[in-house]
């Protein structure tokens, strides 16, 4: 079960200048056309759904996929009055999609959590048409920065976040090749690095003092040092960044 607030803050998120730039050109590179079926697994609350109805229009569809009830329930909230998109309760490692019936497909930053990317991209070659476009997105937590004066606290910060974290922490920089493994061709690989500047949404996005309260349970980090790094983090000011890496592939 998310905490309640987490449909909430995917779509601030999604709608950060950083948040918006990525999306806008993964769109773009997805070239949707008129009439298509588009499927974007785990759509979370729906932030990108509004997008691709838009673009397949009238006489396309739109597919979101979430396994999660709490966003399943926000996002039918959100979509209910929109004919041609359909949210379906699933798993990405078992598509609940009819194999070879989809034109356009999105996972954005989905894969990192999955228990089995390689599956996952599987499911989504054998949901996808020949000549179908898939576009994958996700973060290379090894390459999050966070600016301190304390510098050797904040690379154990990103050090415990890639080892303790998050499932599969590295995989932005693995994305064409597990999309290679799976039998796409890759088309297009991108690289953007997302920036904060305030602290809040830096706190809410990379769990700066959730994390370093694990990081110093687990006896990773030292407990003064931790709380002296994050009380100068919140004094600011601020910045951090990370790697997002972009695949576009064809079927
Ligand atoms: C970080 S959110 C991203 C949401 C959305 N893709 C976006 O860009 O705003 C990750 C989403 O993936 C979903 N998810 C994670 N593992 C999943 C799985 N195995 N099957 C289906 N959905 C999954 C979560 O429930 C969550 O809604």
């Not at 500047?197 to 769990?207: I, M, N, P, S, Y």
């Amino acid at each position: 079960m998310p905490r309640p607030d987490q449909a909430a803050y995917m779509l601030r998120a999604a709608a950060g200048a950083a948040g918006r730039a990525y999306k806008q050109q993964l769109l773009e590179l997805l070239d949707i056309r008129a009439g298509q079926t588009a499927l974007d697994v785990g759509c979370g609350p729906g932030a990108d759904l509004p997008a691709l109805a838009e673009r397949v229009g009238p006489e396309g569809t739109v597919i979101g996929v979430d396994h999660d009830t709490a966003m399943l329930d926000e996002v039918r909230r959100r979509t209910g009055g929109w004919p041609v998109v359909e949210i379906r309760e699933g798993d990405a490692h078992a598509l609940p999609v009819e194999p070879g019936s989809v034109d356009r497909a999105k996972i954005d930053r989905v894969l990192m959590h999955v228990a089995r990317p390689a599956d996952v991209l599987a499911q989504l070659h054998l949901v996808t048409r020949p000549g179908a476009l898939v576009g994958l997105v996700e973060p290379d937590w090894d390459t999050l920065v966070v600016d301190a004066e304390d510098v050797g606290t904040s690379r154990a910060f990103t050090r415990y976040t890639t080892s303790d974290v998050v499932r599969h922490a590295t995989i932005g920089r693995g994305l064409a090749r597990l999309a290679e493994q799976a039998g796409f061709t890759v088309e297009t690989v991108l690289a953007t690095a997302p920036v904060f500047r305030d602290f809040q949404d830096a706190d809410h996005t990379l769990g700066l003092g959730r994390n370093m309260q694990r990081a110093i349970s687990d006896g990773y980090i030292d407990e003064a040092r931790g709380r002296r790094w994050f009380a100068s983090l919140a004094e600011g000011p601020f910045f951090a960044a990370f790697t997002l890496v972009s695949v576009i592939c064809s079927r």
